[in-house]
């Protein structure tokens, strides 16, 4: 692929699945990625924590893709399911963060483009499974912590995914 992209303006980025799921992400929602973008900042409003500020545009003004699909909340926030979640990383192929000349195919959206594909099924079986373990032993202690220690703290999250054919070459399944 050229380095340069000489047929439009926009600003953006690809974050591909290897740095979906190789970067640390706390509570493993890929949107943390998004501040990684050039002009994207995450968001301290209360109403919008989780999600990110794109050129001084509030996190509601965003857009969200699913495959093609507009996810956007009725508060315009990202849900990204039917659920009102995000999607685990194992499920998320790549994502693209557009911020700036975006092109009237994403349209309604006066921040950023969050355009998300999801893994697919193929002809093989194939699946993954993780565990993410967090605890206080790298942690420093808080100015306002009691004691000499900082508190105890311990996460463990689990996930997996899977995904095959039901039909050689017709009909796949992938689930997370």
């Known amino acids: 692929t050229p380095l340069l992209e000489s047929e439009t303006s926009s600003l953006g980025q690809v974050v591909e699945e290897r ?20 002009g994207t900042l995450p968001s301290n409003r209360t109403a919008e924590r989780g999600n990110f500020i794109a050129n001084g545009a509030r996190a509601v003004q965003n857009s969200y893709l699913l495959d093609g699909a507009n996810m956007r909340g009725y508060a ?7 659920a009102e979640t995000t999607l685990g990383v194992e499920t998320i ?18 921040g950023g483009v969050i355009s998300l594909v999801t893994k697919s099924g193929t002809n093989s079986l194939h699946g993954s499974g993780f565990e993410f373990f967090r ?14 220690e900082p508190p105890p703290f311990t996460r463990n ?10 039909r050689r070459n017709r009909l796949f399944f992938f689930g997370g």
Do not use: H, K
């Open 19 to 38: 740095s979906i799921s190789d970067l640390p992400l706390n509570g493993r929602d890929f949107i943390q990625l998004a501040t990684l973008g050039a």
């Open 93 to 110: 192929q790549e994502f693209r963060v557009v911020t700036n000349a975006y092109s009237a195919d994403y349209g309604r959206a006066m």
């Open 135 to 148: 605890n206080s032993a790298m942690d420093a202690r808080n100015f306002f912590d009691r004691g000499s």
């Open 76 to 82: 315009g926030t990202a849900t990204v399911s039917a």
């Open 157 to 166: 999250q689990f996930g997996a995914s899977a995904g095959g054919p039901i």
